[in-house]
């Protein structure tokens, strides 16, 4: 079975320019977050989808990101426009519903430097 | 804002010493995860402890969940090379799930022969 694959793994933009990230959770999944690590720091939390719905974004650092996740299966966070502070490397991950303590399993992580 | 501090930073051992990773917070939370993440890849989920007092093991390693769900520590003994890596906690606050994690500063653990 696939893990959670992210796309693209690596993204170098310019300041002011805009980047899409994607991310396609383990078939299945109803629950999918996005985090990220900036530089030096540790990983945070950005948003929570359940199946097309955003159950959480309380994360998102500002109006200049959009996540959205139509049809409830891959998702998209979108940076527009990219400053410098945006690098970092933003992780995806996804999990079941099971009623429960969750297991996450994450995707690999794309890393994204805005010059 | 919560945090959780990990203790030491980095940790630089020999194959067959034992050591242990430390994870303290203020606040308390509803679950603990401990992750370790690779270079280049994602954390993996090594254990979730939910009750104070809490101790799992998983072969070699140890984990324990605080009385009052405040702090944790994981405890490898004979470490491997093959341990090497980043370790991560995670605490999740929303009773009966982990979906909304707030990670540790993050404990870099190098083994050599």
């Known amino acids: 079975e696939a893990g959670v694959t992210q796309f693209p793994s690596h993204s170098v933009i310019e300041k002011g320019q805009t980047v899409t990230l994607r991310c396609d959770p383990i078939?299945?999944?109803?629950?999918l977050y996005w985090y990220r690590r900036v530089m030096g720091k540790e990983i945070k939390f950005l948003l929570h989808?359940?199946?097309?719905?955003?159950?959480?974004e309380s994360g998102m650092p500002n109006n200049r990101f959009l996540a959205e996740r139509t049809g409830g299966t891959y998702s998209t966070l979108k940076v527009q426009p990219a400053e410098l502070e945006d690098s970092g490397v933003y992780f995806c991950?996804?999990?079941?519903?099971?009623?429960?303590?969750?297991?996450?399993?994450f995707g690999s992580g794309t890393q994204l430097s805005v010059l | 804002t919560q945090l959780l501090e990990q203790s030491p930073q980095f940790l630089s051992i020999q194959e067959g010493e034992n050591l242990t990773v430390y994870c303290n917070s203020s606040?308390?939370?509803?679950?603990l995860q401990w992750y370790r993440q690779e270079p280049g890849e994602g954390p993996v989920l090594l254990v979730t402890?939910?009750?104070?007092?809490e101790v799992k093991k998983l072969k070699r390693l140890t984990f324990q969940f605080g009385d009052a769900r405040k702090d944790s520590s994981l405890h490898i003994t004979a470490a491997q090379t093959g341990d090497t890596g980043l370790y991560l906690c995670?605490?999740?606050?929303?009773?009966?799930?982990?979906?909304?994690?707030?990670f540790g500063t993050g404990t870099r653990l190098q083994v050599t022969l």
């Open positions: 606040s308390v939370f509803s679950s």
């Open positions: 402890v939910v009750t104070g007092g």
């Open positions: 995670a605490g999740g606050k929303e009773t009966g799930t982990a979906s909304k994690l707030t």
């Open positions: 078939s299945g999944h109803d629950n």
């Open positions: 991950a996804s999990s079941q519903d099971l009623g429960g303590m969750q297991k996450l399993f």
């Open positions: 989808f359940v199946k097309e719905s955003k159950q959480d």
